[in-house]
């Protein structure tokens, strides 16, 4: 057949809208504009990072807003410098700097080069891990990611798992998979809505909140979820896990899982994973292992056996972002047994039709919650291929040493009183008045805080122990120093000591005789 021709007509309107629009797409005519854009928003980033003096600046909500709120969304700057440079005045100037060594508060650690370069590349090639046709080779080597943890974990060869945004959401799937195996016998609709009150999980308390979200997010009861105590090093009761289990069965009750935590989020404590796991295979039940802050030891040159028993555990939470030096967001939850992911798995016709799995197509989307999902395991592919993991061990190791540094440095200064020693990097501690105002410790504390954050030049945590207010600092850079610890620590002792003085003097001047 002849395809019929037509003479080109040449248009005399003006440019479109949509037209110009598309010059700020990526395309093959756009690429030097992009190259010079990601340039010049490099350029503003190293040079702050270079110029940054301390981690935070001390604005307030009340100062920052009104400048975000002048922003007019509707009248664009039509410049990336223009833009660039009101950015520097809404976030950049005022941002929280993570690699700067006295930034000691949560877990968020200074970011692997090679996994900047990985973020760079994933968001231009903008692939999607839900299908194949979406990703080829990205798939494969999330897929190849995925082992290697595993392998690294030792759940053996029938191991999967897949990335996920973070370990809320890694969590949240390993409970509704253990939800759904154990209610694989509870035939009918019937069945399953008479045994859904009755699960229960156990976690330590001492264990994440997403553990208690999740369980509602899943429509267990209210009291689905038994905070199990803990022992004098923070570490949940492996006895007091198998009465707990007992008593459930004489109540009816059936225990989905039990959720053991290699390094809680306050105390860094790593529960007795293999006396969980003994106690859970005896029982039949489920053990999920949330070491989304432990993980980093899967590839320390000396801590390793700080996880052993995880290798028995039926699913895993790991955080990249936290102990692998990566940034947000590069999790992944990992399963003993492939099979169970069937649970997280539908077919849409127009997405993985069923017989996708006949023709041996990997699609990512079968195995989790989410159907778009970021290319984030090339974070960490790029970071191995460069750094290697144990150039990674080494530095979790260095940030594990240096808390054991600060927890002697905090446990032999008077002015201080610590709790337990963490088995990872997280020092719990408070300044404790002596004499006239030791009960104001609680609101020295809190006010020592909120001062050395307004000050800028440093951050910490706050926490409660045994319903007191604590502090707490959580070493995730290589960087920081005993000095840097040592420095924060006056800094504290300051902000709380003139508080107690002057609430003291205040109260003193309220009782004295006028005369």
């Given at each position: 057949m002849t395809v019929p021709t037509y003479p080109a007509v040449e248009s005399t309107a003006p440019p479109s809208a949509s037209t110009a629009a598309r010059a700020q797409l990526l395309h093959g005519g756009s690429v030097e504009q992009y190259r010079q854009a990601i340039a010049d928003g490099v350029d503003r980033v190293a040079r702050r990072v270079a110029t940054v003096d301390r981690p935070v600046t001390g604005i307030t909500p009340a100062e920052l807003a009104p400048l975000v709120d002048r922003v007019d969304l509707d009248r664009p700057l039509g410049d990336a410098g223009a833009a660039l440079d009101e950015l520097d005045n809404v976030y950049l100037r005022d941002a929280v700097w993570f690699h700067h060594p006295r930034y000691l508060a949560h877990l968020n650690c200074p970011v692997a080069i090679p996994a900047l370069l990985g973020e760079a590349v994933l968001t231009a090639v903008n692939s999607s891990l839900d299908t194949w046709d979406q990703s080829s080779g990205a798939t494969l080597i999330e897929r190849r990611l995925i082992d290697w943890t595993a392998e690294r974990i030792g759940l053996g060869p029938r191991a999967d798992g897949i990335f996920t945004s973070g370990g809320s959401q890694s969590n949240l799937q390993a409970l509704l998979l253990a939800r759904e195996e154990a209610c694989v016998d509870a035939v009918g609709p019937a069945a399953r809505a008479e045994l859904l009150p009755r699960l229960r999980v156990l976690t330590s308390a001492a264990g994440h909140f997403s553990v208690q979200k999740s369980a509602k997010l899943l429509g267990l009861a209210p009291d689905a979820v038994i905070a199990v105590?803990?022992?004098?090093?923070?570490?949940?009761?492996?006895?007091?896990?198998?009465?707990?289990?007992?008593?459930?069965?004489?109540?009816?009750?059936?225990?989905?899982?039990?959720?053991?935590?290699?390094?809680?989020?306050?105390?860094?404590?790593?529960?007795?994973?293999?006396?969980?796991?003994?106690?859970?295979?005896?029982?039949?039940?489920?053990?999920?292992?949330?070491?989304?802050?432990?993980?980093?030891?899967?590839?320390?040159?000396?801590?390793r056996h700080l996880l052993d028993g995880i290798e028995r555990a039926d699913s895993v939470t790991v955080d990249f972002h936290k102990s692998f030096f990566q940034p947000v967001s590069s999790s992944a939850l990992l399963v003993r047994d492939q099979r169970v992911l069937r649970h997280a798995t539908y077919h849409a016709d127009y997405l993985n039709p069923a017989r996708m799995v006949q023709q041996r197509i990997p699609n990512q989307v079968d195995k989790s919650l989410q159907t778009t999902r970021r290319f984030d395991a090339l974070k960490l592919w790029l970071t191995l291929r460069v750094m290697g993991p144990d150039a990674l061990g080494a530095l979790f190791d260095d940030v594990v040493d240096r808390a054991a540094d600060a927890w002697q440095l905090v446990s032999e200064d008077p002015r201080f009183e610590v709790v337990t020693r963490s088995e990872l990097s997280t020092v719990v501690f408070r300044y404790l008045p002596t004499g006239p105002g030791r009960e104001l410790a609680d609101a020295a504390n809190l006010h020592a805080r909120e001062a050395l954050a307004a000050s800028g030049l440093a951050v910490v945590a706050g926490t409660r122990v045994d319903g007191r207010h604590f502090l707490k600092f959580t070493l995730l850079n290589p960087a920081t120093t005993v000095d840097d610890v040592g420095y924060v620590l006056d800094l504290i002792a300051t902000h709380a000591g003139r508080y107690v003085h002057d609430h003291v003097d205040a109260d003193a001047d309220l009782t004295c005789p006028v005369g």
């Amino acid at each position: 057949m002849t395809v019929p021709t037509y003479p080109a007509v040449e248009s005399t309107a003006p440019p479109s809208a949509s037209t110009a629009a598309r010059a700020q797409l990526l395309h093959g005519g756009s690429v030097e504009q992009y190259r010079q854009a990601i340039a010049d928003g490099v350029d503003r980033v190293a040079r702050r990072v270079a110029t940054v003096d301390r981690p935070v600046t001390g604005i307030t909500p009340a100062e920052l807003a009104p400048l975000v709120d002048r922003v007019d969304l509707d009248r664009p700057l039509g410049d990336a410098g223009a833009a660039l440079d009101e950015l520097d005045n809404v976030y950049l100037r005022d941002a929280v700097w993570f690699h700067h060594p006295r930034y000691l508060a949560h877990l968020n650690c200074p970011v692997a080069i090679p996994a900047l370069l990985g973020e760079a590349v994933l968001t231009a090639v903008n692939s999607s891990l839900d299908t194949w046709d979406q990703s080829s080779g990205a798939t494969l080597i999330e897929r190849r990611l995925i082992d290697w943890t595993a392998e690294r974990i030792g759940l053996g060869p029938r191991a999967d798992g897949i990335f996920t945004s973070g370990g809320s959401q890694s969590n949240l799937q390993a409970l509704l998979l253990a939800r759904e195996e154990a209610c694989v016998d509870a035939v009918g609709p019937a069945a399953r809505a008479e045994l859904l009150p009755r699960l229960r999980v156990l976690t330590s308390a001492a264990g994440h909140f997403s553990v208690q979200k999740s369980a509602k997010l899943l429509g267990l009861a209210p009291d689905a979820v038994i905070a199990v105590a803990t022992d004098t090093r923070r570490r949940i009761s492996a006895a007091a896990v198998r009465e707990e289990i007992e008593r459930c069965r004489e109540a009816g009750l059936v225990v989905m899982a039990v959720v053991g935590t290699a390094g809680t989020t306050d105390f860094g404590s790593i529960d007795p994973l293999t006396e969980l796991a003994a106690i859970c295979a005896a029982a039949g039940v489920w053990l999920h292992v949330d070491a989304a802050y432990g993980c980093g030891l899967l590839v320390s040159p000396t801590r390793r056996h700080l996880l052993d028993g995880i290798e028995r555990a039926d699913s895993v939470t790991v955080d990249f972002h936290k102990s692998f030096f990566q940034p947000v967001s590069s999790s992944a939850l990992l399963v003993r047994d492939q099979r169970v992911l069937r649970h997280a798995t539908y077919h849409a016709d127009y997405l993985n039709p069923a017989r996708m799995v006949q023709q041996r197509i990997p699609n990512q989307v079968d195995k989790s919650l989410q159907t778009t999902r970021r290319f984030d395991a090339l974070k960490l592919w790029l970071t191995l291929r460069v750094m290697g993991p144990d150039a990674l061990g080494a530095l979790f190791d260095d940030v594990v040493d240096r808390a054991a540094d600060a927890w002697q440095l905090v446990s032999e200064d008077p002015r201080f009183e610590v709790v337990t020693r963490s088995e990872l990097s997280t020092v719990v501690f408070r300044y404790l008045p002596t004499g006239p105002g030791r009960e104001l410790a609680d609101a020295a504390n809190l006010h020592a805080r909120e001062a050395l954050a307004a000050s800028g030049l440093a951050v910490v945590a706050g926490t409660r122990v045994d319903g007191r207010h604590f502090l707490k600092f959580t070493l995730l850079n290589p960087a920081t120093t005993v000095d840097d610890v040592g420095y924060v620590l006056d800094l504290i002792a300051t902000h709380a000591g003139r508080y107690v003085h002057d609430h003291v003097d205040a109260d003193a001047d309220l009782t004295c005789p006028v005369g």
